[in-house]
């Protein structure tokens, strides 16, 4: 008789509080996906450059209502911490983990975690309601605007390639160069 295996799901409470009695790593890439601890991949060159280019356009082009936070844990759901490469909020002090409401945009930078940031992270994000989310494909050499989330899923996605610009659906101001953020 074959026994079911049973999985112990976290929430971001559990999560917190492992964190806090050092369970983790200080130097441990985590985060918390649907109640499991993912461990996240290592950041290579081109992924860190491409977070470097894009940390030097978003800070410069937002006013200083908004507030770049640079792979930090934002809260999906009661079971989901996940750390995009940027969330841009609304600029105050926090107290607590930045939610939905809190959120204007999310950004992830993909190479080898492309499949995983797009199939997993996009959906995630929209169950949240997070209004814009972009994945830079350093793959495809692109970039992906995710807007108008229903059902856990967004229902709009446009794409950007070398030698063209998007501009956020939230953040009018913010008109992004291919070129610029992918590098050479």
């Not at 985060?31 to 060159?45: C, D, P, Q």
């Amino acid at each position: 008789m074959a026994t079911e295996v049973m999985r112990r799901r976290f929430t971001v409470g559990d999560y917190e509080r492992m964190a806090e009695a050092g369970i983790f790593r200080a130097d441990e890439r985590v985060e918390l996906i649907a109640g499991e601890i993912i461990e996240m991949a290592a950041i290579g060159i081109r992924h860190a450059q491409c977070v470097n280019r894009l940390n030097r356009i978003l800070t410069r082009a937002l006013p200083d209502e908004f507030q770049v936070s640079v792979q930090n844990p934002i809260q999906a759901s009661d079971d989901s911490e996940p750390q995009p490469d940027f969330a841009v909020l609304h600029n105050r002090a926090y107290d607590a983990t930045p939610t939905a409401p809190d959120i204007l945009l999310v950004v992830e930078v993909s190479e080898t975690t492309r499949d995983y940031d797009r199939g997993t992270k996009m959906p995630l994000y929209a169950g949240a309601g997070i209004v814009e989310a972009w994945l830079v494909d350093l793959i495809a050499d692109r970039l992906e605007r995710y807007t108008d989330p229903e059902d856990g899923r967004y229902r709009r996605v446009v794409f950007a390639g070398r030698g063209e610009s998007l501009a956020s659906t939230t953040l009018p101001m913010l008109v992004m160069d291919a070129n610029a953020i992918l590098g050479r």
